[in-house]
């Protein structure tokens, strides 16, 4: 594996900030989507109807048109081939400012989709491709549910006094501190995040600890973004020292769900409730 793996580079990618969408002024019926997010965002507000193709890492809901489409090194001509007249583009994929005007020169419509700081960032994505799609009820419908499961889930799971936390982004331990999207989330449940004090060692949030760093840090929990089994975390050498480890709290995460701020973060929320909630 690579010193920084593709996952530690999407996400870094992903967290540098960008300009405010542009707004669309007519509804859509031909929809490209190059974002994930943007993608489990359609769907959910009714506007699924109208997606006519999806990146490749789009994979929720099981009926979106998956094509080969990248969102990170979008093609001009391989998204026109499809007739769009709607694009959903990241503003941290690469080029996408010559992405946009390209796209526009051929008169197709582009949503330059921000990354969201916060959870309210992600309200205002939902709120917005509702607004572009003509799906405005249905969005804010959306929003709310989310808002009264998550704000249920944290008060579920909520701890009165901190416990610390490791959140694995990849098996070369490269970790996300409490300034990223994903970091905010164990914040809002009152834990410490052990990579928080190697924010220095990666401007975007997503520093590389090392193994000795984290048995000195020892975690009380360990959640795992990246598919690695449990019994190989918990086999690691030394790591049987780390409370996480010998009291059996290691929580393998879907891949996807910490990465994506769409409607599924009542998901995420809801792993990290219930881990929480059943420690003493």
Known sequence: MHIKSSLVLALALVAVSAPLAT????????????????????????????????DSLSNFPS????????????NVEAIAKYKPDLVILQSSATKATSVKAALEKLKIKVFFEVTPADISGAYAEINALGAVTGNTAKAAKVVATMKTAIA???????????????????????????????????????????????DTADSYGYPQLTNEYLLK????????????????????????????????????????????????????????????????
Do not use: C, M
Not at 47 to 53: D, L, R
């Open 23 to 54: 707004a669309v002024q007519h509804q859509p019926t031909r929809i490209v989507s190059l974002s994930p997010s943007a993608t489990e965002d359609l769907f959910a507000i009714g506007a699924g109807k109208s997606v006519i193709a999806v």
């Open 63 to 74: 009926t979106a048109p998956i094509t080969k489409l990248d969102a990170f090194a979008p």
């Open 152 to 198: 249920k889930t944290i008060a579920a799971g909520k701890r009165s006094a901190p416990i610390a936390i490791f959140h694995e982004v990849d098996n070369t331990l490269y970790s996300a501190t409490s300034k990223t999207f994903i970091g905010r989330v164990y914040a809002d449940f009152n834990t410490t995040n052990v990579a928080d004090a190697a």
């Open 217 to 280: 840090a020892n975690p009380a929990v360990i959640f795992l973004g990246d598919g690695e089994p449990v019994s190989s975390v918990a086999s690691r050498a030394g790591w049987n020292s780390i409370s996480a480890v010998s009291g059996n709290h290691i929580v393998e995460l879907p891949a996807d769900i910490p990465s994506r701020w769409g409607p599924r973060l009542v998901d995420f929320y809801q792993f990290v409730s219930s881990t929480l909630a059943a420690i003493k």
